[in-house]
């Protein structure tokens, strides 16, 4: 079957508080099974409102206005609450961007990993502790039991930043979502942290949805990219064609801005302003189509 | 070297219990180990590490900010390391700083105006405020920003903007030295690409000499003639960027250029390479 595990469709949204400002215009795009799918732009981007409306928690002054989510054929926006809790959480996980906040900093990091544990799979508490140290394990951390009794700022951001992994992976979940997964890391330790990430959704079939600004890390660890830029896809495709023979003018821009230290001469350009107005034409192109649609 | 600017020598910091009448002398931990560090005139230097690796106490202690528990710092070839405040005022104005977070960095109650004119009048570079302000619009006008942002904010602004403006303060002043901390750091790559290409002609334009500070070795490659590379507070490695990023002599920084993911497709990067654990609770 060929169906993918995530499907959005068409998915708009405005920010309430900024006069009904579009956020996210007429995304969609789809995360096939054991895929690792990258969406990829700057601030403003709604990478990040995209991430949020699939895990259910899009802020109160945003507002859906549009599309569907399907994950696995159902339509996750139309889901009643009881239902879409019995989803979320146990099929769909997230790797926060922060691993400083995700965690709770007056708990040990063993009731953090057993909660779920029990919760969502049912586990006995010394059944959830055996499996939060296997889990440990698996994130490739050499003294689990240290771990396990330590408060989470007794760890270093990388370490936080595996536990999170262990408790995300460790629901067995269809599809992660890692938002920015190692934008608060060194390079090394983030490097540690996306070959994690990927042999862990290598070994189990996940799918994953990575969000990045980092046009390098996407491209070490995603199959295939959708590129954003003020809610509208501006290109979609295998990771090895939007970056090595780019069609919208938008990711060429954003390859130039990046720099490079084996090429030092390029990168760094900055956007033309032409680009800049032909961009937003595009976007006030799609807004007025979305205000009045054509008819026929 | 003649054209030395900025020269340190067995710098070392100590951070935490300071001399107090109970504590141990010896017990502050050492966060830099004597590092030596030079800077030429019209020079931009890297400083490149990852955290924990002491570049921004490096970089406070080359400023006066901290002091160094050992070590000199000679600037224009007269010794700087333990002036008082008022032998360091002069100082002030050839020496600055570009700080990481604009927006912590520009205080907010200011208008822009303000908080450029009142350092140009205070190190005596303009007579009156009317004159002030002529030499911060030619700034303004050198670094991309609108005349009319003196009227504004700092929360008004976006955060290339309030970058441009720590720039515009930093170079208002005519410094012959500058430090910039992690200064790109939370900026859009299009964003980021305009305030270093900006920062790179300025540095030509005003033959300034640039520390900058940085997390992100393709910024510095960019950027930097010379690179110094940290490691826990010492000096791993030192060299011109050509030589340094083409052939790195030490195996940290082999590791830490490996580590650099580059937007290009590369199925054996995630395998290659980088200790598999650093099971460090730092």
Not at chain 2, 100 to 112: F, G
Request: glycine share 8%; hydrophobic share 40%; proline share 5%.
């Amino acid at each position: 079957m060929n169906a993918p595990r995530l499907a959005v469709r068409d998915l708009s949204a405005v920010s309430l508080r900024d006069g009904n400002r579009p956020i996210l215009r007429g995304v969609s795009l789809s995360v096939d099974i054991g895929e690792v799918h990258g969406i990829v732009g700057e601030s403003g981007a709604g990478k990040s409102t995209l991430a949020k409306a699939i895990l259910g928690i899009i802020p109160s002054q945003v507002k859906l206005t549009g599309g569907s989510i399907e994950f696995e054929g159902r339509d996750l926006l139309t889901l009643s609450p009881r239902a879409l809790r019995a989803v979320l959480g146990r099929d769909i996980a997230l790797v926060p961007q922060d691993p400083s906040t995700a965690l709770n900093p007056s708990r040990r990091i063993d009731a953090q990993l057993t909660d779920g544990l029990r919760r969502k799979r049912g586990l006995s508490v010394r059944q959830a502790r055996r499996r939060a140290r296997a889990l440990l394990e698996e994130v490739q951390i050499r003294d689990p039991e240290r771990v396990l009794t330590s408060y989470p700022h007794q760890l270093s951001g990388g370490m936080r930043q595996r536990v999170l992994i262990a408790a995300a992976f460790g629901l067995e979940p269809k599809l992660v979502i890692a938002d920015e997964p190692t934008t608060a890391l060194d390079v090394t330790v983030q490097k540690q942290i996306l070959r994690l990430i990927r042999s862990l959704q290598e070994r189990h079939g996940t799918s994953v949805l990575f969000v990045s600004h980092d046009l390098g890390v996407v491209a070490k660890i995603c199959d295939r990219l959708t590129v954003l830029y003020m809610g509208r896809v501006m290109e979609q495709g295998s990771t090895a064609d939007v970056l090595t023979a780019p069609r919208h003018a938008y990711t060429k821009a954003l390859l130039a801005a990046n720099p490079r230290y084996d090429r030092p001469d390029t990168g760094l350009e900055p956007t033309s302003p032409e680009l800049i107005a032909a961009l937003r034409a595009e976007i006030a192109a799609f807004d007025a189509g979305v205000a009045e649609p054509r008819r026929g | 070297m003649a054209d030395d600017l900025l020269v340190a020598r067995g710098l070392a910091v100590s951070y935490g219990r300071s001399r107090g009448l109970l504590a141990p002398r010896q017990s502050a931990p050492r966060v830099l180990h004597g590092v030596d560090i030079r800077v030429g005139k019209g020079e931009t230097v890297g400083i490149v590490g990852e955290s924990g690796s002491g570049k921004t106490t490096l970089g406070r202690a080359l400023l006066g900010l901290v002091e160094p528990a050992a070590g000199s710092i000679f600037f224009g070839g007269s010794d700087i390391t333990a002036l008082d405040e008022r032998a360091r005022r002069p100082l002030r104005r050839r020496m600055q700083m570009i700080f990481q977070e604009p927006m912590s960095s520009l205080n907010p109650r200011h208008t822009i105006g303000r908080i450029l004119v009142e350092p140009v009048l205070l190190h005596g570079l303009a007579k009156s405020r009317a004159a002030a302000l002529t030499l911060v619009n030619g700034v303004l006008d050198r670094v991309g920003l609108p005349r009319d942002t003196v009227d504004r904010y700092s929360y008004e602004l976006s955060g290339g903007q309030r970058q441009r403006v720590g720039i515009a303060r930093a170079v208002v002043l005519q410094p012959e030295f500058v430090l910039a901390d992690e200064i790109v750091s939370g900026l859009d790559v299009s964003t980021q690409a305009q305030v270093l290409h900006l920062l790179k002609e300025l540095t030509r334009e005003m033959h300034l000499a640039l520390a900058f500070i940085s997390h992100d070795l393709s910024v510095v490659r960019s950027i930097c003639q010379r690179v110094v590379v940290m490691r826990e507070g010492r000096v791993v490695e030192e060299g011109p960027c050509e030589r340094v990023f083409a052939a790195p002599a030490a195996a940290y920084t082999r590791m830490l250029i490996d580590a650099i993911p580059l937007p290009v497709v590369d199925p054996g990067w995630l395998a290659r390479g980088a200790a598999t654990d650093t099971t460090g609770t730092r």
